[in-house]
């Protein structure tokens, strides 16, 4: 059963565009939502993460917007640079249990 | 502070060989978690451990098994590798309590032939 649900899988945006990823997840027990990221070679690595209760959470060019009725959240990634170009996993536990990620989106930023 | 390292980095092996993949952390983190990544797949969690001697199962634990021994070290083993294994392996940690954030190490690739 797949929990949290990712899309889309790959992504190209032109530099200094919009990126946007979505995700929608199932459990309303779930009260932590991260978004990771990887570059090619590495280990993931946190960027940004959100509570339930707030609604957007920014910093720099990346925003979280959470929609708690909806049961969904997502990515945004602001003037998106060629540098950006990675795969990002969203996420999301409740307090003292495992992590569940999504499938992950393969972001390529062109020039 | 080294974070979190895994050992090795590259590994072939053949159909029905064991092989152990070391995971090291020097933050002092309670939690640790083996999981794979395969394409298309995410990454998916294999077994985990919430303390030093303890350890469970993830959502895909058959044909692997864990020990922690001591706290900062995390070990998955294959005893019979299959070629179904063939993955990319990640180690990550985490503190107790309300601090949700993993620290992964950078992977161990695995083919198995």
């Known amino acids: 059963q797949q929990q949290v649900k990712q899309s889309p899988q790959s992504l190209i945006v032109q530099k200094g565009g919009i990126s946007i990823i979505n995700c929608a997840y199932e459990n309303t027990a779930f009260d932590y939502f991260p978004w990771y990221q990887q570059f090619p070679g590495k280990g993931p690595a946190l960027l940004i993460a959100?509570?339930?209760?707030?609604s957007e959470k920014k910093e720099g060019r990346f925003t979280i917007s959470f929609n708690k009725s909806a049961k969904q959240f997502s990515l945004h990634i602001m003037d998106s640079q060629p540098g950006d170009s990675a795969t990002y996993f969203c996420?999301?536990?409740?307090?003292?249990?495992?992590?569940?990620f999504g499938i992950g989106t393969k972001l390529q930023v062109i020039p | 502070n080294a974070g979190v390292t895994q050992t090795p980095k590259f590994r072939v092996l053949k159909t029905g060989q064991s092989m152990t993949l070391l995971c090291a952390q020097d933050m002092n983190h309670e939690y640790m978690y083996w999981y794979r990544q395969d394409p298309g797949m995410g990454l998916r969690l294999i077994h985990y451990s919430v303390g030093e001697g303890t350890t469970a199962k993830g959502e895909v634990p058959d044909g692997y098994n864990v020990s922690r021994l001591k706290k900062q070290n995390f070990l998955l083993g294959l005893e019979s590798a299959a070629p179904s294994q063939t993955s990319v392996y990640f180690c990550a940690s985490r503190s107790g309590g309300e601090a949700r954030t993993q620290y992964f190490g950078p992977g161990t690739r695995l083919t198995v032939l």
């Open positions: 959100i509570r339930p209760d707030v």
């Open positions: 996420a999301a536990s409740m307090a003292h249990q495992k992590v569940t």
